[in-house]
T-cell receptor
């Protein structure tokens, strides 16, 4: 158990809909990261927040957005969903934001878009 | 980001040492070498990282070539639980960012 929690575990929805994925980092961790893992694209970094502020952006679509709240939990919002958005979404956390920090990953949310 | 090259798959017998190679010929002087692994149906898990010197921790050892163009993750005694996809990732120490760019990794199969 990494100490990172993600809800829900599974999500099934239809194209065009909007969903919110939630992540609670390990106690004391200030950085939260979101990753997407699909069969054809592998594991891709989406976005990083550090202490409430956006720190780095990866291959995140404009239809996706994220935020980190004052209590440090984070939410990833996916809208206008397409079939290709079906994937495993992982959240990770680390103490700081720099390269010396190991990341602790949650169990993931499996999103299925029908 | 500098690229890494790993074999797609490797096999090892249980309780034998495993050497997982990674080539990173375009590594820059400020790139850290990180290894993560992903067990089946789980999120990735940090294994080890280093910059120039060899590193040891409770999970594994990391041997870094003198010219830093390659590195090897060493599992001293493979167990069935070590069957996973292992990712070698370079992180630029200058940017201060910690985004992990995963490649395809090496799928390790451990044979009982």
């Amino acid at each position: 158990d990494s100490g990172v929690t993600q809800t829900p575990k599974h999500l099934i929805t239809a194209t065009g809909q909007r969903v919110t994925l939630r992540c609670s980092p390990r106690s004391g961790d200030l950085s939260v990261y979101w990753y997407q893992q699909s069969l054809d694209q592998g594991l891709q970094f989406l976005i990083q927040y550090y202490n409430g502020e956006e720190r780095a952006k990866g291959n995140i679509l404009e239809r996706f957005s994220a935020q980190q709240f004052p209590d440090l939990h984070s939410e990833l919002n996916l809208s206008s969903l397409e079939l290709g958005d079906s994937a495993l979404y992982f959240c990770a956390s680390s103490v700081g934001a720099g390269n010396y920090n190991e990341q602790f990953f949650g169990p993931g949310t499996r999103l299925t878009v029908l | 980001d500098a690229k890494t090259t790993q074999p797609n798959s490797m096999e090892s017998n249980e309780e034998e040492p495993v050497h997982l190679p990674c080539n990173h010929s375009t590594i820059s002087g400020t790139d850290y070498i990180h290894w993560y692994r992903q067990l089946p149906s789980q999120g990735p898990e940090y294994v080890i990282h280093g910059l120039t010197s060899n590193v040891n921790n409770r999970m594994a050892s990391l041997a870094i070539a003198e010219d830093r163009k390659s590195s090897t993750l060493i599992l001293h005694r493979a167990t069935l639980r070590d069957a996973a996809v292992y990712y070698c990732i370079l992180i630029d120490g200058q940017t201060g960012a910690n985004n992990l760019f995963f490649g395809t990794g090496t799928r390790l199969t451990v044979i009982p």
